[in-house]
């Protein structure tokens, strides 16, 4: 079949053959580029749309984007349930199979350290989030007697000062709840907070973090987020994962971000 290669990750050689029936971008299965100790996890995808020139506007296409990263996530997730991959950008594309082994060749040892690094180890996102305050209820007031401006200035204050108060105790307890979560895991990342126009989650997102967990710690992780979750009125706690290490991989390999 011709094409351009997409690739996804890199890991090492596994035994375990991935799902039968899984696609990846495009439609097309994904199979395995071996080359030394490492194996890359590529599928065939069309010039007219992953040259150069035609990726760049696609990138501009939300729905395609969407697509593409969905396909692209599927394949790392099926990977992250047999090997420990190492997920490169969205995006990635070489002209043919050799592109793809003077790359891994080029950038072999840095590949192997990092995948002793993570072997075994996933990585778990947890994001605080402040809820929405309830708007006040309106309160009627007879057209004789108005609100006069001093009234109404004691009342901004008010209703500012409240603001400010939550959020000093959802930044405290986002503090406390990453400083517990970071002695548990072996290595953590902050990320920026997600701007709630773009996620589409509800309320303002203090905490934005990734852990590196052992695999067999897992468990363990999962229950100590759960116990936090109804702690604090007003504060939501979402735990997502376990996805491959993304915020672990190193920058030149990996988009950080939100898992995930």
Same mark, same amino acid.
């Given at each position: 079949?011709?094409?351009? +290669?997409?690739?996804?990750?890199?890991?090492?050689?596994?035994?375990?053959?991935?799902?039968?029936?899984?696609?990846?971008?495009?439609?097309?299965?994904?199979?395995?580029?071996?080359?030394?100790?490492?194996?890359?996890?590529?599928?065939?995808?069309?010039?007219?749309?992953?040259?150069?020139?035609?990726?760049?506007?696609?990138?501009?296409?939300?729905?395609?984007?969407?697509?593409?990263?969905?396909?692209?996530?599927?394949?790392?997730?099926?990977?992250?349930?047999?090997?420990?991959?190492?997920?490169?950008?969205?995006?990635?594309?070489?002209?043919?199979?050799?592109?793809?082994?003077?790359?891994?060749?080029?950038?072999?040892?840095?590949?192997?350290?990092?995948?002793?690094?993570?072997?075994? +180890?996933?990585?778990?996102?947890?994001?605080?989030?402040?809820?929405?305050?309830?708007?006040?209820?309106?309160?009627?007031?007879?057209?004789?007697?108005?609100?006069?401006? +001093?009234?109404?200035?004691?009342?901004?204050?008010?209703?500012?000062?409240?603001?400010?108060?939550?959020?000093?105790?959802?930044?405290?307890?986002?503090?406390?709840?990453?400083?517990?979560?970071?002695?548990?895991?072996?290595?953590?990342?902050?990320?920026?907070?997600?701007?709630?126009?773009?996620?589409?989650?509800?309320? +303002?997102?203090?905490?934005?973090?990734?852990?590196?967990?052992?695999?067999?710690?897992?468990?363990?992780?999962?229950?100590?987020?759960?116990?936090?979750?109804?702690?604090?009125?007003?504060?939501?706690?979402?735990?997502?994962?376990?996805?491959?290490?993304?915020?672990?991989?190193?920058?030149?390999?990996?988009?950080?971000?939100?898992?995930?």
């Amino acid at each position: 079949m011709t094409g351009l +290669r997409y690739v996804y990750a890199v890991c090492r050689p596994f035994g375990t053959p991935l799902q039968a029936q899984l696609t990846g971008v495009g439609g097309d299965p994904p199979r395995l580029l071996p080359h030394h100790g490492l194996v890359a996890v590529v599928s065939h995808v069309p010039e007219a749309d992953f040259a150069e020139e035609p990726l760049r506007a696609h990138l501009e296409d939300l729905d395609w984007l969407t697509a593409v990263a969905r396909a692209h996530q599927g394949v790392i997730d099926a990977l992250t349930t047999v090997t420990t991959p190492l997920p490169l950008r969205l995006g990635t594309v070489f002209r043919d199979d050799s592109g793809v082994r003077t790359m891994m060749e080029a950038r072999e040892e840095s590949f192997l350290r990092t995948l002793d690094r993570l072997a075994g +180890r996933v990585e778990w996102g947890v994001k605080v989030y402040l809820e929405p305050e309830p708007e006040p209820e309106a309160v009627a007031v007879p057209e004789r007697k108005p609100m006069s401006g +001093r009234d109404y200035l004691r009342q901004r204050r008010t209703r500012t000062k409240t603001h400010e108060e939550l959020w000093q105790r959802a930044e405290t307890f986002a503090t406390r709840l990453h400083e517990t979560l970071s002695a548990r895991a072996e290595d953590s990342r902050l990320h920026a907070p997600q701007n709630p126009a773009l996620s589409g989650a509800s309320g +303002r997102n203090v905490l934005n973090a990734a852990y590196l967990v052992p695999r067999t710690e897992s468990e363990e992780f999962v229950e100590m987020v759960d116990r936090t979750k109804d702690g604090v009125p007003g504060i939501r706690v979402e735990l997502t994962g376990p996805w491959a290490a993304y915020s672990f991989a190193g920058e030149e390999t990996a988009s950080s971000g939100e898992g995930p």
